[in-house]
T-cell receptor
Framework: NAGVTQTPKFRVLKTGQSMTLLCAQDMNHEYMYWYRQDPGMGLRLIHYSVGEGTTAKGEVPDGYNVSRLKKQNFLLGLESAAPSQTSVYFC????????????????FGPGTRLTVL | AQKITQTQPGMFVQEKEAVTLDCTYDTSDPSYGLFWYKQPSSGEMIFLIYQGSYDQQNATEGRYSLNFQKARKSANLVISASQLGDSAMYFCAMRGYNYGQNFVFGPGTRLSVLP
């Protein structure tokens, strides 16, 4: 199993350009997440999905769009990149919670380092 | 709303000594889980240890243990016998099981292990 993979690993954009980050997982997980990591702020949730065909906003959704057309893929789009979107982006997935005695940590991808000039 | 606080931006520890990384949390959810992740300089997020709000005993995983004090809403990570490879960022996170299904992360603590 590859786990959670992210494409690309690095990218440099100019202000106003668009791009799509791809997250893929082969663990048949229902839940998928997109985070951004900035120095001193930990990970902040951008958007998430609780299943194929569903998406929802997280803490910092502005400037981003997402789609989950297939269960294994979760796409993050930047329609018009801004320097404030320079960050490291992490995708994660997890299975559904099964009772209070079990737990499901998130499985993270390796991250995408995005620079917007 | 859920919130995680990590008040130590950076910590130093001598190799082979123990170190405690602080984490306090706030939630109105009666059922929740607490997680610690390690992020080495290579960037990946590595799950370390979990504590459930109803767990009676503190969690342990090898050299990692979680000092869970529910009444004080703290979930400190204790690393025993520190190794040079423990130098990394450490993130505390939580997820409420009733009202919020999403993870909330703290700002992290950078641990440096000195030889």
């Amino acid at each position: 199993n590859a786990g959670v993979t992210q494409t690309p690993k690095f990218r440099v954009l100019k202000t106003g350009q668009s791009m799509t980050l791809l997250c893929a997982q082969d663990m048949n997980h229902e839940y998928m997440y997109w985070y951004r990591q900035d120095p001193g702020m930990g990970l902040r949730l951008i958007h998430y999905s609780v299943g194929e065909g569903t998406t929802a906003k997280g803490e910092v959704p502005d400037g981003y769009n997402v789609s989950r057309l297939k269960k294994q893929n979760f796409l993050l789009g930047l329609e018009s990149a801004a320097p404030s979107q320079t960050s490291v982006y992490f995708c994660a997935s997890r299975p559904p919670q099964k009772g209070l005695s079990s737990y499901n940590e998130q499985f993270f991808g390796p991250g995408t380092r995005l620079t917007v000039l | 709303a859920q919130k995680i606080t990590q008040t130590q931006p950076g910590m130093f520890v001598q190799e082979k000594e123990a170190v405690t990384l602080d984490c306090t949390y706030d939630t109105s959810d009666p059922s929740y889980g607490l997680f610690w992740y390690k992020q080495p300089s290579s960037g990946e997020m590595i799950f370390l240890i979990y504590q459930g709000s109803y767990d009676q005993q503190n969690a342990t995983e090898g050299r990692y243990s979680l000092n869970f004090q529910k009444a004080r809403k703290s979930a400190n990570l204790v690393i025993s016998a520190s190794q040079l490879g423990d130098s990394a960022m450490y993130f505390c996170a939580m997820r409420g099981y009733n009202y919020g299904q999403n993870f909330v992360f703290g700002p992290g603590t950078r641990l440096s292990v000195l030889p």
